[in-house]
Every structure is written in structure tokens, then in C-alpha cells.
């Protein structure tokens, strides 16, 4: 065995493990073989390698020239107002996808991959082209319809997680697939329980709770899926310190994957309306998370999920020192209180301003704080 710097690690050797970072399981005992998983490591601050020397074997020349050939482009950026339109129809296309879903196995159907698998390539092209606009929509949610919009909640946060991350082809593709069907277990949940206006009894709890038990069993039956879309869905509620369900697993026996999707999976349920609970700001819950840290979940991974959303993620209210109520529009490449920022109304008057975006750093205008729209009887589907 041999321990090497993170920066030597190539295609083609073999891994034996990877020291102080025991949950990186996609990256399990075995070659290298796919280039997004250097960058997984590095951007998880990882710093050595144990490799068997006597295994490993550097790929080819010509294999690496053809790889090279035939790697896909890059998909093409858009604007974020180009972009809206086609993330709302998503939405609207997944939603009834869920929808149809759940139908088919309810009448004891498995799950037919094909449409899900059309759907995850759909997200990931969206958020590439542009990462803003299903982030922003995200917090447009219906209190009614809590059950098709969380788990396109969560894929959505997991596709901007892992991207963020470094993780892109195969591995991206089956995170996203994972994430759509993670809470399909719920359709064996009686109806007067799942759909139940108010806080569930300790027995009503314990039967709610085996959604997840049924997710695992209803997607390890699925022909095609793959372990890491498995481990989303049956790792989506499994804490660090062995108090999760369904399987109560610790530590290391809890996946990456299952990592990345618990943290997706509390901060969607956290900001999200339903018919007893008010959705927290995003800020709040973003320091939820941390507190949770490291007991239940990854200090590491919650730490790059807050850089990934930024201190007031996209879609996020704000005050701005002006006087004026904004919604954080762009993120990315800017400082984190110094977003792209559509001004929508006045505090000072209490008044509706004309819709102007604004670059915070060039107009001398910053952010005061996160503010819940609903105080100020503002919508947000209005101004997206």
C-alpha cells in the first residue's frame, strides 16, 4: 500500500481507502474511473490517497486521446430570464410525472425508469444552463401539494449540490434520479396520516416514518436503477449519530449520497408551507443545519451546501439598506451579500415599485437582512 497526495491521484489507479473521509462511498475500494470523482475529492478537502500500487494501472494514451474526443460539450449557458420559462414547464412536466408515478404503484406496477431518467437529464440541463432559476423557483410551493413539490425540492438541491461538488456524468445522473423518487414510499402511508392537517400522534409518527422502509423496497425492485439512486432513497432520513430510519445506520455506514440528500432532504422540509407548519426563511434553516452538525449530519458536506445556496440563496427575500424589499435573483460569481437583486417594493412608502434588477455592488445598496415575505403580504409567484 501507498499513501499519495491528493494531486497525484490518476484514471486508472486503485484505491484502497481514503483517510479521515470513511463516508466517500462513491468513490468505494476499486479504480479510478471517472475524472468527476478527482474533483468530488479535492473539493471535499481531501488530501491523501491509499492506492495498491501492484493494481493500479494509468490509462492508456490512446484510451485518454479518445476519451477526450468523444466527451460531451458543455451545455450552452443561458440568461436567468431565458432560462425561467423553461425551469417553470419543468416543474410543471415533473409534477405530473410524480404524480403518475405514485399512480402506478399504487396499482402495484414497478417504476419504469425511462420517463425518470428523461426527467433527471432535464434538471441537470437546466441547472448547468443556468443554476439561478430552478433555485429561485424552488420556493414557490402550494401548502396543498407538499408531496410532488419536496421531493422536486430536493432534486433540485441535490442537483446544485452535487454540481458545486465537481460530480457531474453517471454519478450526477443517478443522485438525480434518486432524489425524484425518494419519498415514494409515501403512497403506502394511509391517506388520513400522510394528508392529516395537523401534528401526528407518536403512533401516527412511527407508521409515517416507514415511507423510507418502503422507498428502499419498492425502488430496489426497480430493473435498471443503480446503488447510488437506491441509497438516496433509502438513506433519506439516516443521521450520523445512528438516530435516523429506517435502518438506524451510523457514521461510515451512511453513504455520500445518503449524506448529501439528508441535508437536501431537512433544509427542503424546513423552508416549505404545509397545512400545520410555516416554512422557515432560508437563512434560518441554512443555520439549522449547521447546528446539526456533527452529530446528525456532515460538517463538511453542510458547509459546502451553505456555499452552494450563498449566505441569501436565490429566491430568498431580503431588505436592503435603501428601504426597499428584494428578491436575491443571481448568486453566482458575486460576492455573497452583494447578489443580482429584482427590487419589487418600497418600505418606506409600503407601495408596489416598478420590477428593476439590480447589481447591489455597482448601486452602493446592501443587504439588511432576510425578510418573510408574508409579513409584507407579498407573493412570490408574482415576480417570477
Do not use: W
Request: hydrophobic share 40%; proline share 6%.
Amino acid at each position: 500500500m501507498k499513501i499519495i497526495p491528493i494531486e497525484q491521484l490518476a484514471l486508472g489507479m486503485y484505491v484502497e481507502s481514503i483517510p479521515d473521509h470513511p463516508s466517500l462511498s462513491m468513490v468505494q475500494k476499486g479504480y479510478i474511473q471517472d475524472p468527476s470523482v478527482l474533483g468530488v475529492l479535492r473539493n471535499l478537502g481531501v488530501e491523501r490517497i491509499i492506492i495498491d500500487p501492484s493494481k493500479s494501472k494509468q490509462a492508456p494514451a490512446s484510451a485518454t486521446c479518445a476519451a477526450a474526443k468523444v466527451k460531451a460539450p458543455a451545455p450552452s449557458k443561458a440568461s436567468l430570464k431565458s432560462e425561467l420559462p423553461r425551469a417553470k414547464k419543468l416543474l410543471n412536466q415533473a409534477k405530473k410525472l410524480q404524480s403518475r408515478l405514485m399512480s402506478d404503484v399504487k396499482l402495484g406496477q414497478k417504476i419504469d425508469l425511462q420517463p425518470v431518467n428523461a426527467m433527471a437529464d432535464e434538471f441537470i440541463g437546466s441547472v448547468f444552463r443556468n443554476p439561478s432559476a430552478l433555485a429561485c423557483l424552488r420556493l414557490i410551493k402550494d401548502k396543498d401539494d407538499y408531496l410532488l413539490e419536496h421531493s422536486l425540492g430536493v432534486t433540485i438541491l441535490m442537483t446544485l449540490f452535487a454540481r458545486a461538488l465537481g460530480i457531474s456524468g453517471t454519478t450526477l445522473h443517478q443522485l438525480c434520479v434518486g432524489s425524484l423518487l425518494h419519498d415514494i414510499g409515501k403512497v403506502r402511508i394511509p391517506e388520513e396520516i400522510l394528508n392529516k392537517p395537523g401534528k401526528l400522534t407518536p403512533e401516527e409518527f412511527e407508521v409515517m416514518k416507514s415511507h423510507a422502509a418502503h422507498s428502499r423496497t419498492i425502488i430496489a425492485a426497480t430493473p435498471g436503477i443503480s446503488k447510488v439512486s437506491l441509497d438516496v432513497a433509502a438513506m433519506h432520513h439516516e443521521k450520523l449519530d445512528g438516530t435516523g430510519y429506517p435502518m438506524g445506520l451510523k457514521g461510515e455506514q451512511i453513504s455520500m449520497a445518503g449524506r448529501m440528500v439528508a441535508i437536501c432532504d431537512i433544509y427542503d422540509a424546513m423552508t416549505a408551507d404545509r397545512v400545520y407548519h410555516k416554512g422557515m426563511a432560508p437563512t434560518l434553516a441554512l443555520k439549522r443545519l449547521l447546528e446539526m452538525t456533527p452529530h446528525a449530519l456532515d460538517k463538511n458536506l453542510v458547509v459546502k451546501f451553505i456555499q452552494t445556496l450563498g449566505v441569501y440563496p436565490n429566491g430568498c427575500m431580503v431588505e436592503l439598506a435603501s428601504g426597499r424589499v428584494g428578491i436575491v435573483m443571481e448568486t453566482q460569481d458575486r460576492k455573497p451579500t452583494k447578489p443580482l437583486v429584482k427590487v419589487v417594493y418600497n418600505l418606506k412608502s409600503h407601495t408596489h415599485v416598478m420590477q428593476s434588477e439590480i447589481e447591489l455592488e455597482k448601486h452602493n445598496d446592501s443587504i439588511v437582512k432576510a425578510i418573510d415575505p408574508r409579513d409584507y403580504k407579498l407573493d412570490l409567484t408574482n415576480y417570477l
